[in-house]
Structure formats: C-alpha cells, structure tokens
C-alpha cells in the first residue's frame, strides 16, 4: 500500500524559492515512477516533473531549469526544489507514484496523470 504525505507548501514572492517534500512509503521495488504534479483553480492537473527507477527524470518545459525532483532512498522522501518561482507556478502541488511503470510512461505528456494511481493529499503553493 503506498502512502504518500507532502509539505513544505507556501506563499513566497516571485523569483524565490521553495522546497516540497513528499513522505513516500510502500513504492519500492524494482520498477516504478514518481512525480510532482499540480492544479491551479479551474485548471486540469499537470506533470511538474518525474523520476523513475532508473533515476531518469523528466519535466514540464514551464519548470526547465527552475525546478529540480531527486529522490533520496534512505529517507524515503521525494523532493521538488522550486527557484525563481513565478506567480503561474502557483497552484496545489500532489506527490504521485505507481508501480510496475518507468521510462516513457513517466514522460511529462498529455495523459501522464492517468499513468498514476498513488496520491498525497496536496501542499498549497503561492507565488505573488
């Protein structure tokens, strides 16, 4: 059973920074994908970014080389650090996993929230 608990969440100005964390147990094996998604109001969920397995990572072109997910095994924690935020990052921000998928099915894409069926709760994120 997955279970999945972000923070970190706020209200930071534009051009700042901000680190989500997500508390993620019951993924592990051999083969699965993670991955930061968000939703602003009246607006469908979005692929932010995603690593899976194999430590390949992909993100959306909004957040290129601002964000940045890594995974820390040890800990059990997926973290998506957030810089130079801009008032359109703002939105709610989900922690997803699956299982049993990895590379393509990971990719930033249309469709790639239905690849995943594990979710955190969502952290607030605003960006003035």
Not at 8 to 35: I, K
Request: net charge neutral; aromatic share 10%.
């Amino acid at each position: 059973h997955v279970q999945l608990v972000e923070s970190g969440g706020g209200s930071v100005q534009a051009g700042g920074s901000l680190r989500l964390s997500c508390a993620a147990s019951g993924y592990t094996g051999s083969t699965y994908c993670l991955g930061w998604f968000r939703q602003a109001p009246g607006k469908e969920r979005e692929g932010v970014a995603t690593i899976d397995s194999d430590g390949s990572t992909n993100y959306a072109d909004s957040v290129k080389g601002r964000f940045t997910i890594s995974e820390d095994n040890a800990k059990g924690t997926l973290d998506l650090q957030m810089n130079a935020l801009k008032p359109e990052d703002t939105a709610m921000y989900y922690c997803a996993a699956v299982r049993y998928l990895r590379g393509a099915y990971c990719y930033i894409r249309p469709g790639v929230v239905r690849n995943f069926d594990s979710w955190g709760q969502g952290t607030q994120v605003t960006v003035s």
